[in-house]
């Protein structure tokens, strides 16, 4: 266990060394594509992708799925917390993406405890064939696509590996042209709703996590068959909160902590866009989203709206 810990713990800090060290800094050096979708070219690479094709997942895996900047981290810390309670695991074991890091981390994964927790930004047709082959659960968590834009663009300005922006204008043109990482939201999204299975799958949002925390790890925990008493429940929520989360961002993210956890907010995008971009949105919204069921959780009119 020690050995595993530790070397999980090695690959961690190496990649936010990579993250946070890199020379790169133009658009074409920091981003690559693969099967037309870009990628952070500092940490993903085509052999990285090669492996997972012939990843073997396990049925009692956990696996998370975001688009990007839509409660990644805090999942994962939830789980953490969850899984420390309920098998006795420390904290933060294996932190990493599955498409992050070199072949050699992925082929490490095989050593890892069952049961395993896993995240990734991938869209529907990237995820290992091996993951719907097992059967293994999978929690996709959506942010509203308006607040999604405003906290990827920060995000992008403050991590290294990523391509910085003069503006916010030169942004939103990328982000509505699917011109980033892990591509178009309304893409990414729309595929998942398609491919929905209710026996494997369950979504959140990260509205529902802000206003009511509490159930949401209660429905979490019932989700991955990881039962909790109501007393460990409010400690997990205690211990996660995104406040919390904020607070230890620099042991949990090194100095990068606080581009992980920016500010969480709901309806921040109301300080950044135009009337014109809004309405954009609004209809990119109503032609992929309105009328199915993950449109309907994002609760659109109460949180897209001016």
Excluded at 61 to 78: A, E
Excluded at 244 to 264: A, C, I, P, Q, V
Aim: proline share 3%.
């Amino acid at each position: 266990m020690a050995d595993i810990t530790q070397t999980s713990k090695n690959d961690r800090a190496a990649l936010m060394e990579m993250i946070h060290s890199t020379t790169k800094t133009s658009f074409e050096d920091l981003l690559f594509s693969y099967k037309g979708i870009l990628y952070p070219s500092v940490i993903c690479s085509l052999e990285t992708f090669q492996a997972l094709e012939v990843f073997e997942a396990r049925e009692d895996d956990l696996l998370v799925v975001t688009y990007p900047k839509n409660g990644t981290n805090w999942l994962i810390q939830i789980l953490y917390e969850i899984m420390a309670l309920v098998h006795n695991r420390e904290r933060g074991l294996d932190a990493t993406m599955i498409e992050f890091g070199s072949p050699e981390v992925i082929a490490r994964f095989k050593d890892r405890l069952s049961p395993r927790i896993f995240s990734t930004h991938l869209q529907f047709k990237a995820i290992p064939k091996s993951f719907f082959e097992k059967k293994v659960k999978m929690l996709l968590v959506l942010r509203n696509p308006k607040d999604t834009a405003v906290s990827f663009y920060h995000f992008h300005n403050n991590l290294p590996s990523l391509p910085s922006y003069d503006c916010w204008d030169s942004f939103f043109k990328d982000y509505i042209d699917g011109n980033v990482c892990y591509g178009d939201y309304f893409d990414f999204v729309s595929a998942w709703e398609k491919q929905f299975n209710q026996e494997t799958m369950m979504a959140i949002t990260f509205e529902e996590m802000k206003l009511d925390f509490l159930t949401t790890v209660r429905k979490i925990s019932e989700f991955f068959r990881l039962p909790l008493s109501e007393e460990q429940i409010r400690l997990v929520a205690k211990n996660t909160s995104f406040n919390s989360m904020k607070e230890k961002s620099e042991n949990t993210h090194g100095k990068l902590g606080d581009s992980f956890f920016r500010k969480g907010e709901i309806g921040d995008w109301k300080n950044y866009f135009s009337e014109d971009q809004s309405k954009v949105v609004d209809a990119m919204f109503e032609k992929y989203l309105a009328g199915t069921k993950l449109g309907e959780m994002l609760n659109y009119e109460k949180y897209c709206k001016f």
